[in-house]
């Protein structure tokens, strides 16, 4: 039984790289300014980041149901008898709801796992399933197994700017200018089905510092559970630079047993915090 690995690019995933990886990418559509682009295709994340610094009006859609299809027939169609699908968790987007009821239509060969992931959590998730799939098991078994591990992860988000909650209408004008004068920088929680603020400090520094206090915290519960732990560091940096610092500073912090990769932080999500947005996620890892 030969399987195929199927994420969309909330993963941080771009084509390219999933062809590097041996699985299959679907991008993602965003709106810039009335035009429609895909994540990874015609817009690399810096220009994208660039873009809203710019000012652009932004947003982001579940790709076409057609899309979904056409891609999970042309991937049966080069040999692979079915497919795990692994998109943004259903909390955050109907795109996986839409994928479920897509797969109906399949008899058993798409199994979509609803493992409550998105960005670099997903990107995590997508690498146990290509280690899972080299193992042996199936689609089924495949989607069982990360959906019971679905929910040991936690992600943490810090904003630079209140503005494009603003926008979006998560905080309101007022608070939006407070936050500015008073250079307040929001702390987010997300436990795979929606983010709320755990902390406000003062300044980017001082986020970023109780970020990878959190960080820590998670990892060392994880392991005391006995799980190998896997931490995504992300961020929309305009500048690379500061995303290597970033990275640098959550790995020295953690214990040298746990593993650290980097990724540029996925559409979705930057639509809503903007750019030089960091962030990280900490994973229970099946395998590593």
């Known amino acids: 039984m030969k399987t195929a690995i199927v994420t969309d690019s909330n993963s ?7 062809e590097e990886l041996g699985i299959f990418v679907l991008p993602m559509p965003v709106i810039l300014d009335g035009q429609q682009y895909f994540e990874g295709v015609d817009l690399t994340p810096q220009a994208f980041y660039q873009r809203l610094e710019e000012g652009a009006d932004a947003s982001t859609s579940q790709p076409a149901p057609g899309d979904v299809i056409a891609l999970w ?17 259903s909390g955050l987007s109907a ?30 998730a997508v690498m146990d399933a290509i280690a899972l ?21 936690v992600i943490y988000l810090g904003v630079d700017t209140l503005k494009f909650f603003k926008k979006n209408g998560r905080c309101t004008a007022a608070t939006a200018a407070l936050g500015t004068v008073l250079n307040i920088k929001p702390l ?26 959190q960080a820590v915290e ?3 519960g994880f392991q005391a559970k006995g799980f190998a732990v ?20 959550v790995s020295d912090a953690l214990p040298a047993d746990v593993h650290v990769h980097g990724e540029n932080l996925s559409f979705s999500v ?19």
């Open 188 to 213: 987010l929680k997300c436990d795979g089905e929606r983010f709320d603020a755990i902390a406000k400090l003062r300044g980017a520094a001082a986020c970023r510092k109780r970020t990878v206090e």
């Open 12 to 18: 941080g995933i771009f084509p390219q790289k999933g």
């Open 270 to 288: 930057t639509c809503h915090t903007g750019p030089n947005a960091f962030g990280l996620a900490v994973s229970r890892r099946l395998r590593l």
């Open 95 to 124: 795109s996986c709801a839409t994928a479920q009821g897509l797969a109906a239509d399949f008899d058993g060969k798409i199994q979509v796992a609803d493992n409550h992931r998105v960005s670099v959590s997903q990107y995590d």
């Open 218 to 220: 998670a990892a060392r």
């Open 133 to 153: 799939a080299r193992e042996g098991l199936d689609a089924a078994a495949i989607r069982r197994e990360l959906e019971a591990g679905g929910m040991d992860s």
């Open 230 to 249: 896997s931490v995504g560091v992300a961020g929309s940096f305009l500048n690379s630079a500061e995303m290597a610092d970033w990275v640098d500073q």
């Open 73 to 89: 027939e042309q991937v049966l169609g080069q040999g692979y008898d079915q497919i795990v699908h692994i998109p943004m968790s």
